[in-house]
């Protein structure tokens, strides 16, 4: 299976796709739509506002859904914010699951589909969102004052594997820490002038 944190890199505008943009502030107004963590064709997808991605938005006490499509027993584990596992014996039941604790959570997969994975971040406002394909983004209404603007992207470098002693088999890959670039930016007057984020490469 090919690296499933490889960057989407557009070939015209070099942007990144995928990377989480967010301002550090204390809790504000703001909407995030409802997601689902779907597990279909041995994958884990969010699916969020008529898209698929690897990267879901969800506010703190919201609910998140949990699925899985395919006829094969999956079971998908949760890490970070979020501490559980969970068994989908069948196609097509859903299970509901409310998260109250801010931070970063990773999906993956507890039935050795260890090529996939998903990240939530369960945020205290509104005002998270995720680079496009071009690597642009948008943060709407946002009230005047200072912020720290954050962008958050997957390191797709492999460190290493985690095999079953037994049958020698992959179970887990293990990737390096995340990119995280932080920005200071003032809103005056509904506006905000344009930030860049460059990530570096890795080592």
């Not at 460190?159 to 049958?167: A, H, K, Y």
């Not at 020698?168 to 344009?194: C, D, M, N």
Request: hydrophobic content about 35%; aromatic content about 10%; overall charge neutral.
């Amino acid at each position: 299976m090919p690296n499933h944190f490889a960057p989407r890199i557009d070939p015209k505008s070099q942007g990144i796709a995928d990377a989480v943009v967010f301002l550090k502030a204390s809790p504000i107004a703001g909407t995030i739509p409802p997601l689902t963590v779907e597990q279909s064709d041995w994958t884990i997808k969010i699916r969020q506002s008529g898209e698929t991605s690897r990267i879901g938005l969800v506010k703190v006490g919201g609910e998140i859904e949990m699925v899985s499509r395919d006829d094969e027993y999956h079971s998908l584990r949760a890490r970070g914010a979020e501490f559980f596992t969970l068994p989908f014996p069948a196609p097509n039941q859903p299970v509901r699951r409310k998260m109250d604790t801010p931070g970063h959570v990773e999906f993956t997969s507890a039935a050795g589909y260890f090529w996939s994975a998903a990240d939530v971040f369960v945020c205290e406002h509104g005002f998270y969102t995720t680079t496009d394909t071009g690597g642009r983004f948008t943060l709407g209404a946002v009230p005047p004052g200072d912020y720290e603007l954050v962008a958050w992207l997957r390191n797709w470098e492999l460190l290493g594997r985690d095999r079953d002693p037994e049958t020698g088999k992959i179970v887990r890959l293990h990737f390096a820490e995340p990119f995280r670039l932080t920005r200071k930016v003032t809103v005056a007057g509904g506006k905000l002038s344009e930030v860049d984020f460059a990530f570096p490469p890795t080592k």
